[in-house]
């Protein structure tokens, strides 16, 4: 694995006290905080920041990670002792490479959360894994029809002589249909193993939607843009559109304007109370590059008595 | 390497339980009791307590919270009001995304 300077993520110095190095992090997570931050990869350089304070924020850690560290640089090689961090926590899923390796061999120390319940007795000592969150990412045809996605986890494991080891794990996780951005899929038994015996903790996958250039959402409901002709929208028509449950005939009323909202009820996502699809029309002209379409553009401005302009006072 | 095919619940149709919650977030449940009462979590949350549940929306809330007492030392008020606006900004967000316009250009 690659070694990784902590102190630079924090941008702080390797004498820095405990205090400032949380001035340090409190000040760069509300800079990237992904609720604030306009920069791209706000999400990724929160990532880093939690893993860095995770381990310098903690005093213990800190010593153990400096009495490692010494001599390395960024990006150089970097193998631990077999021996090392066994007095440490797990980072949570998701977390890089560098710190899940560092503080993968380890026993798990018992927390102070109601998932720690240790009972000893019978002189062993029993405590649940902890649960794992992660997000999964899914189309809205997933959303409509329900399907099956694929997620990659690095999850420990217990190998053969007890010793927990970080796997990489690839799961297929069955997308129920209905399901809306936010909600929350529990896998029972998917998170980290338990200790002595205890029972596995949990895996929840927070459902995403993948962008769609198509579609906009808005909790179970959806918007779509329909492009539609000049003589569409004023004479009206009946037209086919392609939505996401398929393909429908929708009847453009006469009179039509771009931005005028279409409401197909119950066609958004099909949850338990199901959404509704809207179509925001859109009046598309067409191009006057030809001797006729250009005819009939000046026959409209000749016989049509018409000032686009005349509500703002033209 | 598994490729094992799970199927989950999702919480809109099995809701966790106090204890659930509680673990979920890796806290006491005296922690999730202390924010239901201060009317920062669980929002229409029955007064039984045996027969609170929670759904999405509360382990998303519940876990936003905590970050934000971690990080900042913040008090419960002041988490929630953080998670309240940041709530709103998101909110606001998908509002112009509907409207057609990019939130981070526009």
């Not at chain 1, 070694?3 to 004498?15: I, N, R, S």
């Not at chain 1, 990724?44 to 990670?65: H, M």
Request: with cysteine; glycine share 12%; hydrophobic share 35%.
């Amino acid at each position: 694995m690659e070694y990784k300077d902590y102190y630079q993520t924090l941008g702080v110095e390797k004498t820095a006290t405990q205090d400032d190095i949380k001035k340090a992090y409190r000040k760069l997570v509300r800079q990237y905080h992904p609720d604030v931050s306009k920069h791209k990869d706000a999400d990724a350089k929160t990532k880093e920041i939690n893993e860095a304070y995770d381990v310098l924020g903690d005093a213990e850690k800190r010593a153990a990670y400096d009495e490692l560290g010494r001599g390395h640089r960024p990006g150089q090689g970097f193998q631990p002792p077999p021996d090392w961090g066994t007095q440490f926590d797990f980072g949570g899923a998701g977390a890089d490479d560098f710190f899940n390796d560092l503080f993968s061999h380890v026993g798990r120390r018992a927390r102070g959360g109601a998932g720690a319940g240790g009972r000893a007795g019978g002189g062993g000592f029993q405590m649940p894994g902890e649960d794992i969150h992660a997000a999964i990412a899914v189309d809205l045809r997933d959303a409509y029809q329900g399907g099956t996605r694929t997620i990659s986890l690095r999850i420990p494991q217990h190998d053969a002589q007890g010793q927990v080891t970080m796997q990489d794990k690839t799961l297929s996780v069955n997308i129920p249909q209905g399901v809306t951005p936010g909600q929350q899929l529990r896998m029972r038994g998917q998170g980290h193993p338990g200790f002595g015996g205890g029972p596995a903790g949990d895996l929840y996958l927070e459902i995403q939607l993948n962008p769609d250039p198509r579609y906009r959402v808005e909790g179970t409901h959806v918007y779509q843009d329909v492009p539609v002709a000049p003589w569409e929208a004023a004479l009206g028509a009946s037209i086919s559109v392609q939505t996401p449950s398929g393909t429908v005939e929708v009847t453009v009323p006469p009179g039509s304007q771009s931005g005028r909202k279409l409401r197909l009820k119950g066609r958004g996502i099909p949850a338990k109370t199901p959404g509704d699809l809207y179509l925001m029309l859109t009046v598309v002209l067409p191009p006057a590059t030809s001797d006729r379409a250009r005819e009939l553009y000046e026959a409209m401005a000749r016989d049509l008595a018409f000032n686009p302009r005349e509500r703002i006072g033209a | 390497m598994h490729d094992d095919i799970l199927t989950g619940v999702l919480l809109e149709d099995v809701a966790l339980t106090l204890d659930e919650l509680a673990r979920a977030c890796n806290v006491e449940p005296d922690w999730v009791v202390r924010h239901v009462h201060a009317g920062v979590l669980g929002e229409g949350i029955s007064v039984q307590v045996t027969s609170w549940r929670f759904r999405s929306n509360d382990l998303a809330r519940a876990r936003r919270l905590l970050s934000v007492e971690r990080d900042f030392d913040a008090n419960e008020d002041l988490a929630a009001l953080v998670v309240d606006m940041a709530d709103e900004i998101r909110r606001l967000r998908a509002r112009l995304r509907v409207l057609g316009v990019d939130p981070h250009i526009g």
